[in-house]
């Protein structure tokens, strides 16, 4: 079983910087991808940037510039570095992991942090 945990949320000024982590644990072979998803109040969670196994990546078009995720394999650590924050990033910030699965190609789930919160604000 995989287990993710969040941290670094905060209070920030817009334009600041904030960096979040997030530990993996228990079937750390298993995992193909990593990434951050985001809700905002009254919003959907959204995907915010990912990255597979074989460092392909994607992100959505609003932090495109301003966001920059990383993983550590060896340290089972992903992190997101955010800059230029802006006010309409308020949100709780979820760490997202695919799980591989026994089973036949395409067997996976996905599994989730507890969330940290990120709130940009004068």
């Known amino acids: 079983q995989v287990q993710l945990v969040e941290s670094g949320g905060d209070l920030v000024q817009p334009g600041g910087s904030l960096r979040l982590s997030c530990a993996a644990s228990?079937?750390?072979?298993?995992?193909?991808?990593m990434g951050w998803y985001r809700q905002a109040p009254g919003k959907q969670r959204e995907l915010v940037t990912a990255?597979?196994?074989?460092?392909?990546?994607t992100s959505a078009d609003s932090v495109k510039g301003r966001f920059t995720i990383s993983r550590d394999n060896a340290k089972n650590m992903v992190y997101l570095q955010m800059n230029s924050l802006k006010p309409e990033d308020t949100a709780v910030y979820y760490c997202?992991?695919?799980?591989?699965?026994?089973?036949?190609?395409?067997?996976?789930?996905?599994?989730w942090g507890q969330g940290t919160q990120v709130t940009v604000s004068s």
């Open positions: 228990g079937s750390i072979a298993s995992i193909n991808a």
């Open positions: 997202y992991a695919r799980e591989r699965l026994p089973g036949p190609p395409g067997y996976e789930r996905d599994v």
């Open positions: 990255i597979t196994n074989s460092g392909r990546g």
